[in-house]
């Protein structure tokens, strides 16, 4: 059984920069593609960024383009979201995910198409 613990969140100014990780384990992390989602208060989990299993093929909302990262590092079955530029309303829960590329591209990251869910981390953006 596969789990996901992530980590890195925490409290930043409006401009700051963050990076989170996700340590994954049980089954073979290279077979995943991994994905970040986040949960603002009173809003729905939304799609934040995903990468493929080979870390070739990266995917961003628009709302996150040119601001966030998305990498991993298959020896070490962790995953990376480097976050700069940080706003007021990226404040929320951010959740690491596990799942199929095709699945979830295709259902256009339709967080039911996640196999695998860790507990989140928090992240507050002051202004």
């Known amino acids: 059984q596969v789990q996901l613990v992530e980590s890195g969140g925490g409290l930043v100014q409006a401009g700051g920069s963050l990076r989170l990780s996700c340590t994954v384990s049980?089954?073979?992390?290279?077979?995943?593609?991994m994905a970040w989602f986040r949960q603002a208060p009173g809003k729905e989990r939304e799609f934040v960024a995903a990468?493929?299993?080979?870390?070739?093929?990266?995917y961003y909302a628009d709302s996150v383009k040119g601001r966030f990262t998305i990498s991993r590092d298959n020896a070490k079955n962790t995953l990376y979201l480097q976050m700069n530029s940080l706003k007021p309303e990226d404040t929320a829960v951010y959740f690491c995910?596990?799942?199929?590329?095709?699945?979830?591209?295709?259902?256009?990251?339709?967080?039911?198409?996640?196999?695998?869910w860790g507990q989140g981390t928090l992240v507050t953006v002051s202004s």
């Open positions: 049980g089954r073979t992390f290279s077979s995943y593609a």
């Open positions: 990468i493929s299993w080979s870390g070739g093929r990266l």
């Open positions: 995910a596990a799942g199929q590329e095709r699945r979830l591209l295709l259902s256009k990251w339709d967080r039911g198409n996640v196999e695998v």
